[in-house]
């Protein structure tokens, strides 16, 4: 079955300063891999995704996700933060043909001004 | 565009009441999944449905009910709530590209 780590579950950050949240998978195989952000009180919005291809992913507001594949790894990243930042982030993976997402645990970030 | 409607958004139960969580998608997709948040836990797949009348279980499928009747709605049934069920729910419609996740619902069972 696969699963998912994300280390970090809470970090704090002053604006400006740079973001890297980790997120390690467990599965053999080819798989789909998403980073979802839950702003306070809402619901889970794509921030970006990864399906083939240039390893490096952009999504939006800023932010971007490297696969490297020999690690398992789709870590996060973003070069200055923003108070409007603060949330919740979740990385979760689906195996090549199917939609069933598998979460990790999220990682709490807040950005003070 | 309405993507994923989910009702009621807060829900107080007592335990042993039952309900129906209502979740509904205008955007045709094959798969529904429901998940529970809870803190710390991230989000943990609770019943999933790949299209009308297929639906199976996830990783904490007990206590929880449900059915695919059309390729829109895929309504969460708590048989007999308890305490453990208290928790944010949500519904989400997914297609190769991702999911869109509803609203959520808070539910508290006292």
């Known amino acids: 079955a696969q699963s998912v780590s994300q280390h970090n579950h809470h970090v704090i950050l002053s604006e400006a300063a740079s973001l890297e949240l980790g997120c390690n998978y467990s599965y053999g195989g080819t798989v789909n891999l998403f980073w979802y952000v839950q702003y306070p009180g809402q619901h889970l919005q794509l921030l970006l995704k990864?399906?083939?291809?240039?390893?490096l992913v952009k999504g939006i507001k800023g932010f971007e996700a490297e696969f490297i594949k020999s690690k398992f790894s789709f870590n996060l990243r973003k070069p200055s933060v923003q108070w409007s930042d603060t949330a919740e982030y979740f990385c979760?993976?689906?195996?090549?043909?199917?939609?069933?997402?598998?979460f990790g645990t999220g990682t709490r970030l807040l950005v003070s001004p | 565009n309405a993507g994923v409607t989910q009702t009621p958004k807060f829900q107080v139960l007592k335990t042993g009441q039952s309900m129906t969580l209502q979740c509904a998608q205008d955007m045709n997709h094959e798969y529904m999944s429901w998940y529970r948040q809870d803190p710390g836990m991230g989000l943990r797949l609770i019943h999933y449905s790949v299209g009308a009348g297929i639906t199976d279980q996830g990783e904490v499928p007990n206590g929880y009910n449900v059915s695919r009747s059309t390729t829109e709605d895929f309504p969460l049934r708590l048989l007999s709530a308890a305490p453990s069920q208290t928790s944010v729910y949500f519904c989400?419609?997914?297609?190769?590209?991702?999911?869109?996740f509803g609203q959520g619902t808070r539910l508290t069972v006292v």
């Open positions: 990864y399906f083939s291809g240039d390893p």
């Open positions: 979760a993976v689906s195996t090549l043909g199917f939609q069933k997402l598998v």
């Open positions: 989400a419609s997914s297609y190769s590209g991702g999911a869109f």
